[in-house]
């Protein structure tokens, strides 16, 4: 073998493994965001999706896999792609337009100068991202409007879902986090998160892989000690430390026992009454709790019996 083909066939079987774990991750993603459409009913026949389209690696990877669905899907429905230009200084306003144009995706960039106004009303140091927030949502609930779309698509992830958890837990004193698919708080629209199931670790490599043009926000992105960034950098010490509470935290949103809590909306406590028939949910008081009792000391309380 001459010195260029040996120094060749690494370089080759490398690509070829690379690629081979791009398409893998790419039919993970398509079957999480397929999964989490069927689980929530999140698009129907004649939908109009608006994808809401940052320039960050969520949104991107959103618009990616909804394309790549839509031409697999058993039901007509049809994307269109919508950025906020917010007028932030030195934003590159020819990035996305260029990108969704080549791509043959029909798009609507809206300007609005909501930069000027959060920086003249969130005192300097200040965290700027919910009114930012509030001021984007705005913008966006009218503009669906405009287009006619029955549904706007979000990149939020599971990461996302798991940190919005944590906020209310920590900060805000309630059970709640992001949904897959809610009702717009002007009750007009459903928003909907195609993502709910995916892993921002997998869309950051997908993103990689697919050479998304990335554009970082610069109004919100360079603060620093967010209470949301501590709660992902929790949450990421957590599955570094102990593999699969993560995984077990966000079952537990969908697998609620409203019950088993404090909520007086989730349960008439006035109308509770003994009726002698068995209760499978009912109250276990006098046991151990089966998910926090080690399976030994278990054994050996039933054996001293």
Known sequence: MSTIAAASAPTARTANRAEFETNKLRKRLRRQVGQAIADFSMIEAGDSVMVCVSGGKDSYGLLDILLSLKARAPI???????NLDQKQPDFPADVLPAYLAGRGIPFRIEEQDTYSVVKRVIPEGGTMCSLCSRLRRGVLYRVAG??????IALGHHRDDMLATFFLNLFFGGKLKTMPPKLVSDDGK???????????E???ARYAVASAFPIIPCNLCGSQENLQRRQVGEMLREWEKKHPGRVESIFNAMGNVVGTHLLDRELQDFAAVRAT???QPSGDIAFD??????PSSVTAIRIETQ
Do not use: M, N
């Open 189 to 199: 629209h459903v928003v909907i998160r195609p993502l709910a199931y995916v892993r």
């Open 288 to 293: 151990d709790d089966p998910c926090t009792t």
């Open 201 to 203: 670790r997998d869309l």
């Open 276 to 278: 002698g028939i068995p």
């Open 76 to 82: 007509p429905f049809e994307i269109i792609a919508i």
């Open 146 to 151: 405009e287009l006619g779309a029955t549904k």
